[in-house]
């Protein structure tokens, strides 16, 4: 089977996404960034702009504060003062400097009086300019106040973005999960192709909506199956007895054998049902003891030896030597009843039975020489009420279920069944055992160990 590029796959996909714990994160590091950045670069220019609007002679000042604070020095340059004590007019400023030589001493602190000064754009200044510019600091505040609320709003809207982004995915989860709690089996839930967890939310959870409609669409064939099987033999029944009941036929000993048989057969269907639901459901009861899988062999061919030979079919076993199993005896005799009884239904005239140990498991092969199975069909084979030839029905061709218990009861005892190409040339039926943890291969030198995985 080709592996499928990484690209394709779904998860691959999940996997290129980062993880929900850094996108949550890096959310957080946006919007703090954001009210950060954008407060500082709104501060600055609301101070820009404040300064912009001093007069000349005061920036002057302050750029001198500044550049000596650059320096590590201590500015002594005071502001310009003017000797006269009576105001002129002046083209910019209006009133000049209050008869006070300054306002601010050569600390660049406030030693003058008041003054009734404009801005360049004829706004007046505080009438106490020398103190620490209360209305200065007033606008800066008010445009500090404006920056945060902005940054606020867009730190808002950015958090309500990226929690419609994490929330979309879970939100289409959780809409899918109610679809499929009202009976829709085919609702999937969309595959986002950012954050890793919740891609991996919508995967898992589409590949349980997946299993969810197989169960659901095997239960009901199963269903279905279930009624045909049990039609057949209680239609022939209900038929014969109306037949009885009318005087069609007389009640003789072979009219009450085939009831009797048609009663067995329905006995068995139900048994077989009940053992292969076990298996499955993993609560088959296994009673465990050492037995002799060769003679076990030579039991079953000896019972159904009768029934091969009004076939036309010679059984033939191989197993020269005792192969001791640690197993339930009756589910291993119930294994080679059915693999033996499925290749009289398609053998020409040879089936052959043969059992081995090698390494820690024990062989039990059964060969035909019919048609064989094809390799696309040798998995479904084992799958119940599958029948290759659709000629074969419940009376002809058993119930369609060995195979299936066969299967199982493998599994139930640690091994495993397949199905393939025999020497005959027909099929070849192999069931794999784990060997006695007390007993030993056919040359007594390799010890087993009970349930030891060997892949077939």
């Not at 105001?87 to 003058?112: I, K, N, V």
């Amino acid at each position: 089977m080709s592996k499928a590029s990484p690209v394709s796959t779904p998860l691959a996909r999940r996997r290129r996404g980062l993880s929900l714990g850094v996108t949550l994160l890096l959310a957080m590091l946006a919007v703090v960034g954001l009210s950060v950045g954008s407060t500082f670069v709104f501060s600055n220019l609301a101070v820009q702009n404040e300064f912009r609007r001093l007069p000349p002679e005061m920036q002057s000042y302050l750029r001198a504060q500044k550049e000596a604070q650059r320096r590590g020095e201590t500015a002594t340059t005071p502001l310009p003062a003017q000797p006269s004590p009576t105001p002129q007019p002046s083209p910019q400023l209006g009133p000049q400097w209050p008869p006070t030589s300054d306002l601010f001493g050569a600390g660049g602190t406030r030693t003058g009086g008041a003054a009734d000064l404009r801005r360049n754009d004829g706004s007046s200044l505080p009438r106490r300019f020398g103190t620490r510019n209360q209305d200065f600091l007033r606008d800066i505040q008010q445009s500090l106040l404006q920056v945060g609320l902005l940054a606020a709003v867009a730190s808002a809207l950015l958090a309500f973005l990226l929690s419609r982004r994490l929330a979309h995915p879970i939100l289409a989860v959780s809409a899918a999960a109610a679809g499929m709690a009202k009976g829709d089996l085919s609702i999937r839930a969309p595959v986002p192709s950012g954050e890793r967890e919740l891609a991996e939310l919508a995967s898992n959870f589409n590949e349980m909506a997946d299993n969810l409609q197989a169960l659901e669409n095997e239960r009901r064939q199963a269903v279905a199956d279930i009624a045909h099987e049990l039609r057949t033999p209680l239609a022939i029944m209900q038929a014969r007895l109306d037949a009885l009941e009318d005087g069609v036929y007389s009640l003789n000993a072979d009219q009450v054998a085939l009831l009797s048989q048609q009663t067995q057969q329905l006995t068995r269907l139900v048994d077989d049902l009940r053992t292969l639901t076990l298996a499955e459901a993993g609560r088959l009861s296994l009673h465990l003891g050492t037995l002799d899988l060769a003679g076990l062999s030579a039991g079953v061919v000896r019972d159904l030896e009768d029934r091969a030979g009004a076939r036309g079919v010679t059984l033939h076993l191989d197993a020269p030597v005792a192969i001791q199993l640690y197993a339930d005896a009756g589910r291993v005799r119930q294994i080679a009843v059915n693999l033996l009884e499925n290749a009289l239904h398609y053998a020409s005239g040879r089936v052959q039975i043969s059992v081995e140990a090698r390494g820690n498991s024990a062989w039990l092969y059964v060969d035909d020489d019919g048609p064989g199975i094809p390799e696309e069909s040798r998995e479904a084979v084992f799958t119940r009420f599958t029948r290759l030839d659709s000629s074969r029905t419940r009376g002809t061709g058993g119930s369609g279920m060995g195979l299936a218990i066969v299967q199982q009861l493998a599994q139930a005892h640690g091994g495993a069944a397949c199905a393939g190409q025999g020497p005959l040339g027909g099929a070849r039926f192999t069931v794999r055992l784990p060997l006695d943890e007390r007993g030993t291969a056919v040359d007594g030198s390799v010890p087993a160990r009970l349930r030891e995985a060997v892949t077939l």
